[in-house]
């Protein structure tokens, strides 16, 4: 809402305060004010001459030699504008002047003629080319003939004005009306609202003879006709016209001008019909049939539902209620005959059918939202009132009506007890009725007890907590005290899980990785790839929104990979190619075809590492990221949590064949570390990546977070080393396992120390070296036992794996 | 013998002094007090000397060789310090080459405000509670006092995945869960962080997705000033104890009266300037009392249960904090802006 200060005072005293000051109490007492305008803020000098000479120019066509009185000179002016005439009054920039874009004014020669100023056009003087009248839109602008000559043309124009821009929070419609803002202001500035009077003459026709109303809806409880005759079209007054150009409606005509004039005085939308091409003199409100055809305002074909609302003349759709008017019975030079609607249309039927169409105007906006009940006559009598006084209207008698509106005023009790509890202030009552008496509300009052009357404007005021925000507004929030809650006090905490996410963030970033946040939502395509085994397992399919704005982000994620993987593409376009990442966050399964409940949402970590691992390029240390780099960062991050895992050699879709392992704690499958296949690598454009995935939710569940306390061994360990020649294919995870199982209880350790294959091997074998630590923390061990395990394992690898001790 | 004794000890050290080498100092030892040395022979030939003059010349003996010892002692020590410092000058390296790197990796900006937001209101008893990204209608919207047919419950606002199922567009409904479990019987001081969903076409100011941490406060006789009293603590503690707090009047469908929150500016402390637009306040945040229709939906008794809520978001906190310019900066993962956060 564009509020013109010049406008407000017509409602409302604002004194002497600047328009800065004003915006600034205005905001802090609820409505924000976006910004102030000054269209003409820095121009200067421009004042309205009179066209007394205007010629050809001697060398040019186009141009005209005009002769200007400006009241103290006359000035030869050379202009352009294909309207300029004789006789006219303009807007005349003089030598000297600034226009907006501090464009100023020169004398200057024009093909040879002196040039002393320039003939304005409303563009030129700062006002933006959609809301200029069309008449004026080519060209310059008339000043009406009674103007006088010298005057300053900005202030008739009304530019020294400040203009507000308003942003309202849906609850205050009351303030998309002047009326609104000036009580807004009143309250604020503590001054009384002066409000228009609708008084008119009315002629002895009744306007009765002339039409009928008919509603055979529910969704229309007040229709109101007005008829008036002999109206003359022709443009509105300037200062109509610069109050609607300043609240950004575009002048078209004195009636059309007056609607939109009172629509934003009362908040009131109005329609005027052009009454001899309405059809009938039979007005019919009702719901209009399915697939019923109309041509609207704006020369569209518009298909209707029984949804929508229309005005018909009993046969056809005259207009669309609330939303825009039909073309076949639109005001034109024409009119004569105005028939003109005041009307409460239901909120919600107008919102749905200015939905379907597309269609959001200023009426519309309003209905929507619902309108003042009490108003909507009000702002019929009050355009009749100016229709009479600006387009030479007739009046006639009375206004046809249908009328089951409810415009009775709310009543909310308060206590001013309960008032101050709330916002822990101690108002007093005296203070309660002030307030309450600056917002023009009727109260009366008993000791603490206030009884308010809830003006109709105020729909959004219908409990006691609105009247509670009501007072405190207008107390000021700046007012109240900072206090802190009494309540019990409790310890505040993260829980358990939720300082887990933290420990595991920690840790990953120990490591070297840096944390991302990507999209939840990702396309069809990739939400298909890198699933966990164990999450496909549980997935119907991935979860589809159901009108997604992209393909892009139109599928929620099934796994956090392939959207790190696109992070990297992007990184790597960047010439960012060494990469660590990892990312915690919620994938969605649903084991449903058809999502009829909320899909499981599972926390898991993901990384991917790209290009090099270590490089330290003096001393030629560079170390691309493999395999065991990732896989030392999730054994890392899985003691971390006090959980051991297995690892399986493993085959997954879009992962490489030989390079993939699947997790497994405690025998279940909590996800995988692999190298990302060639063929998807090359897809996000990436060099050899590897990633890791892991089910948090479980690991959580599982993880033991106590540690016990074990005893610092006393006595010594004994280690022994053993290199088995094995089958290449023979997994050291494998045979490490049988080693543990035959070793017996006393083996505290065992690693792999080498890993070999080559020269004094025989092909298709592999040497592999353990090395098994010994230890008893009770006592000494003595080499006959370990000697003893020894041969156990022996036996055991030999039966097991085929295994041979390496000569 | 007394005499050739202090020659020789004479001549010993005289010796020691001299020894440029270690090894110089192991011949001088073996020459002179070894089992063939000058010393053991003055020794040996001890029979012939009278009963009182034996021990008198023993033990003169002994002084000489622990007097030689003594010095060679000491004269390999110092030979050896300055034999390691020689080595260890051949050791120098250049100690301006650079160190080898350790892999240093960091949290998400988001994450870094999202956890200083949550200790603070930790640190003021509040738990932190978490809730599904996919909510129902009831709890996204109905339970909030946003019943069926109200504008800002627009498919077109939101990621609907049924008719009853959408992403979620807040964090409140964590606050009506919390509270339903809660079952109206005890007091709620808690905070919600987490990603929220709306139907935004991404740009430098909008992003489909991105992160609110919303807050709750119900017990028996909170006041309004309690909201005023608990924000303005977390923003002299998150911002700076020289910020000021303002409240506006503000709409909000959970909460009457509901506020805004503005900051003092950082860069001009309310005067005005162009990082605040001129205005000298910078918004921060919404919140409000909770609606009664909140409270009783959730099985709290409005007349006997009130409370506070507000809500705020670390992308524009982050924004506003390191002058982030692009929204989208937080879910494009460049490389280079990751790291830039890793310090703070």
């Known amino acids: 809402m564009y509020v013109s200060l010049n406008w407000l005072k017509e409602y409302v005293d604002i004194g002497t305060i600047t328009p800065e000051e004003l915006a600034e109490k205005i905001t802090k007492s609820g409505i924000e004010v976006e910004g102030i305008e000054y269209v003409a803020e820095q121009s200067s000098n421009v004042v309205v001459g009179y066209v007394q000479e205007c010629e050809k120019h001697p060398n040019a066509d186009k141009l005209n030699l005009c002769q200007v009185d400006v009241g103290e000179e006359q000035l030869q002016i050379i202009c352009g504008a294909p309207n300029i005439a004789k006789g006219q009054k303009v807007a005349v920039a003089k030598p000297g002047a600034v226009l907006p874009g501090n464009f100023k004014i020169k004398k200057a020669k024009l093909r040879g003629v002196e040039s002393n100023g320039m003939i304005c056009s409303l563009q030129e003087l700062g006002i933006e080319e959609k809301f200029v009248p069309k008449e004026y839109a080519e060209g310059i602008f008339v000043f009406p003939e009674e103007t006088e000559v010298g005057a300053d043309a900005l202030a008739l124009l009304n530019l020294h004005d400040a203009i507000l821009e308003l942003g309202l929070t849906p609850n205050r419609s009351d303030a998309l009306s002047m009326l609104g803002v000036a009580y807004e202001v009143g309250a604020i500035l503590d001054v009384p609202v002066r409000l228009p009077k609708e008084e008119v003459n009315v002629s002895s026709e009744i306007a009765a003879d002339y039409v009928s109303v008919k509603v055979d809806t529910e969704l229309n409880p007040y229709y109101g006709a007005f008829v008036i005759k002999d109206i003359q079209i022709g443009p509105s007054p300037l200062w109509m016209r610069n109050y609607l150009i300043a609240a950004g409606i575009r002048p078209i005509n004195n009636v059309v001008d007056i609607t939109n004039y009172v629509l934003l005085e009362y908040g009131q939308p109005l329609h005027a019909f052009d009454y001899d091409q309405f059809g009938s003199n039979e007005i019919v409100v009702r719901r209009a049939k399915d697939g019923e055809q109309m041509v609207t305002l704006d020369g569209q074909e518009r298909t209707l539902k029984s949804s929508h609302l229309v005005i018909t003349n009993g046969t056809i759709p005259t207009a669309m209620a609330g939303v825009m008017g039909g073309a076949n019975s639109e005001v034109s030079n024409q009119t004569k005959t105005v028939l003109l609607e005041a009307a409460y249309f239901d909120p919600a039927a107008v919102r749905t059918a200015s939905k379907d169409h597309g269609l959001r105007s200023e009426s519309s906006s309003r209905f929507e939202k619902g309108v003042d009940p009490n108003r909507v006559k009000k702002a019929g009598q009050r355009a009749c009132q100016l229709l009479s006084q600006y387009a030479n209207g007739t009046v006639l008698s009375g206004v046809v009506e249908f009328d089951q509106l409810d415009k009775s005023a709310a009543t909310i009790e308060i206590d001013s007890t309960e008032v101050n509890n709330r916002l822990g202030t101690e108002i007093d009552n005296d203070e309660i009725g002030d307030i309450l008496r600056k917002l023009e509300f009727e109260f009366k009052q008993n000791g603490n007890l206030f009884s308010i009357t809830i003006p109709t404007r105020r729909q959004d005021i219908t409990i006691f907590e609105d009247m509670v925000e009501e007072i405190a507004r207008i107390f000021g929030y700046d007012n109240l005290p900072y206090t802190l809650p009494q309540g019990a006090s409790q310890a505040g905490g993260l829980t358990e899980r939720q300082q887990l996410k933290r420990d595991v963030k920690n840790y990953l970033q120990g490591a070297g990785l840096m944390e991302t946040i990507t999209y939840s939502l990702t396309s069809k395509e990739r939400a298909e790839l890198l699933i966990s085994p164990e999450v496909k397992g549980k997935v119907d399919s991935p979860v589809q929104l159901a009108m997604p704005m992209s393909e892009e982000h139109s599928t929620l994620r099934l796994s956090i990979l392939p959207e790190l993987l696109a992070s990297m593409s992007y990184n790597s376009a960047r010439k960012q190619t060494n990469i660590g990442y990892y990312e915690v966050g919620t994938v969605f399964l649903s084991d449903e075809t058809t999502i009829s409940k909320q899909p499981e949402e599972r926390l898991r970590v993901s990384g991917a590492l790209t290009g090099d691992w270590i490089t330290h390029p003096w001393q030629q240390e560079k170390k691309a990221v493999d395999f065991f780099v990732v896989k030392g960062i999730v054994e890392g991050l899985l003691e971390k949590l006090n959980l051991t895992a297995t690892y399986k050699q493993a085959k997954m879709d879009g992962l490489h064949p030989g390079r993939t392992a699947q997790i497994l704690i405690k025998d279940v499958a909590v996800g995988f570390i692999g190298q990302v296949h060639p063929s998807l690598q090359d897809s996000f454009d990436l060099k050899d990546t590897y990633v890791f995935d892991l089910d948090l939710e479980f690991i959580f569940t599982i993880h033991e977070n106590e540690p016990s306390f074990a005893k610092i061994p006393r006595y010594p360990s004994i280690s022994r080393d053993i290199a088995l020649v094995v089958d290449e294919h023979v997994h050291a995870g494998d045979v490490k396992a049988t080693i543990l199982k035959a070793g017996g209880e006393l083996i505290k350790e065992v690693q792999v120390f080498d890993v070999y294959q080559g020269e004094h091997l025989e092909t298709g074998k592999k040497s592999l070296a353990f090395n098994i630590l010994y230890l008893d923390p009770e006592r000494t061990l003595k080499d006959e036992e370990v000697e003893k395990s020894y041969q156990a394992i022996l036996d055991a690898v030999k039966k097991a794996h085929q295994a041979q001790l390496r000569a | ?344």
């Open chain 2, 1 to 344: 013998m007394k005499e050739r004794l202090e020659e020789l000890q004479a001549e010993a050290l005289t010796k020691v002094e001299e020894a440029i080498y270690l090894s110089d100092l192991q011949d001088i030892r073996v020459a002179y007090l070894g089992k063939k040395g000058p010393i053991t022979e003055v020794l040996r030939g001890m029979g012939k000397l009278s009963k009182e003059e034996r021990p008198v010349i023993g033990e003169l003996a002994n002084k000489v060789r622990e007097a030689i010892a003594t010095e060679l002692d000491a004269k390999k020590e110092r030979l050896e310090k300055e034999e390691l410092e020689k080595k260890l000058e051949t050791e120098t390296i250049d100690v301006t080459l650079p160190g080898r790197p350790v892999k240093v990796g960091g949290p998400h900006l988001l994450t870094s405000i999202v956890e200083e937001i949550e200790d603070l209101f930790i640190g003021m008893g509040f738990e932190v509670r978490e809730g599904p990204e996919v909510e129902t209608d009831y709890y996204n919207f109905e339970a909030l006092n946003l019943p069926k047919g109200h504008p800002a419950r627009d498919m077109q606002d939101s990621f609907y995945i049924t008719e009853e199922l959408l992403l979620r567009t807040h964090t409140s409904p964590v606050q009506a869960r919390t509270m339903g479990e809660y079952q109206g019987a005890k007091p709620v001081k808690m905070i919600c962080p987490g990603k929220v969903y709306r139907r935004d076409t991404d740009d430098a100011t909008h992003s489909h997705q991105f992160t609110q941490v919303e807050g709750l406060y119900v017990d028996k006789n909170v006041r309004m000033s309690d909201l005023k009293g608990v924000l303005n603590q977390f923003a002299k503690q998150f911002f700076g104890e020289d910020r000021e707090i303002r409240l506006r009047p503000s709409f909000f469908p959970f909460t009457e009266p509901s506020v805004e929150m503005d900051i003092s500016c950082k860069v001009c402390h309310g005067h005005g300037c162009s990082v605040c637009k001129g205005t000298g306040w910078i918004e921060i945040l919404g919140g409000g009392m909770v609606h009664p229709r909140v409270l009783e939906m959730a099985g709290y008794d409005p007349k006997e249960y009130n409370g506070f809520a507000f809500g705020m978001g670390p992308e524009r906190i982050a924004m506003l904090k390191y002058g982030v310019d692009d929204i989208r900066h937080f879910y494009t993962n460049d490389v280079r802006f990751l790291k830039q956060y890793h310090k703070a």
